[in-house]
């Protein structure tokens, strides 16, 4: 039976503290909200408890931030597509935000299994002011294992509407894609790191965000692999290719909290969980 899930969170402000409200139907959950940074800024861990998506699963995410709010949103596992018999394991997050408000969205990686049919969207609509600090990571197969991604169809879709769309298909038949010098090249971790505006982000801080993102590239062992550009005046994005996970999250991590410290003059902070 496929599982048919909805969460709903919204982030407003009470005084000086940030609340997050919730409501869902179906295996999604949000955890007790966390404040390591104090009351101006909420952490929430999203959970979906069966631990995967089959054909057929459709997970729907809703974020809302008002005015003044300053929410993360991360998770404690990757988001796992798991083989299907043929119909679409589909992941939808739609975020909206209001004026002179502030979003982290930091899910971690999602697995793409051997033989799964999957899609992953997500869809950003920021009103002027508002700003989103984001990420995507989406690994193919389980190489450790050596249970490779042979066969299956992934689709992402990244957009801001009116500013920025990033929309493919992966086959894992396509060997061009896959293994080419033009595509994938043979890695199997594909990741970007976002930084969105809702209006024209000052050319001073779209080149300080470039610079920093270029010199941790620099110095990193994605170095060859791994590139930052701004390709709107909404939009600075830092884009991976690496052979696992785990050095392009190192990566990402790095840049994040570099741009959170320039951008927002916040220091490092990383959700508690991502250390258990």
């Not at 394991?89 to 502030?102: E, F, H, K, W």
């Not at 038949?173 to 505006?197: E, H, I, Q, Y």
Request: aromatic share 6%.
């Amino acid at each position: 039976m496929a599982w048919q899930a909805h969460l709903n969170l919204a982030y407003e402000r009470h005084g000086e503290r940030v609340v997050a409200r919730h409501e869902h139907s179906g295996p999604l959950r949000i955890l007790q909200s966390l404040y390591p940074e104090g009351d101006a800024i909420c952490h929430n861990v999203l959970v979906h408890p069966p631990g995967g998506l089959v054909g057929g699963d459709t997970l729907d995410i809703a974020v809302q931030a008002a005015t003044g709010t300053h929410g993360l949103v991360t998770t404690p596992g990757a988001t796992r597509f798991y083989r299907s018999d043929g119909p679409l394991a589909l992941q939808t997050t739609r975020i909206a935000m209001q004026a002179d408000s502030r979003l982290e969205w930091l899910p971690l990686e999602a697995l793409c299994y051997n033989d799964c049919n999957a899609e992953n969207r997500l869809v950003m609509n920021l009103e002027p002011g508002a700003e989103l600090l984001g990420w995507d990571l989406t690994a193919f197969g389980l190489p450790n294992a050596n249970l490779p991604f042979v066969k299956g169809s992934f689709a992402q879709h990244i957009e801001v509407p009116g500013a920025w769309l990033e929309r493919g298909r992966i086959a894992a038949t396509d060997t061009r894609l896959m293994d080419g010098p033009t595509g994938l090249n043979g890695a199997r971790c594909m990741a970007s790191l976002f930084f969105v505006t809702g209006s024209t982000l000052d050319r001073t801080r779209k080149q300080q965000a470039l610079d920093m993102a270029r010199d941790l590239i620099a110095g990193s062992e994605l170095a060859m692999t791994a590139g930052a550009t701004s390709p709107n005046k909404q939009v600075v994005v830092v884009r991976v290719l690496a052979p696992l996970v785990e050095p392009a999250m190192h990566l990402l991590r790095a840049v994040r909290n570099a741009w959170r410290q320039e951008l927002w003059m916040l220091p490092h902070c990383n959700p508690r969980i991502w250390a258990m």
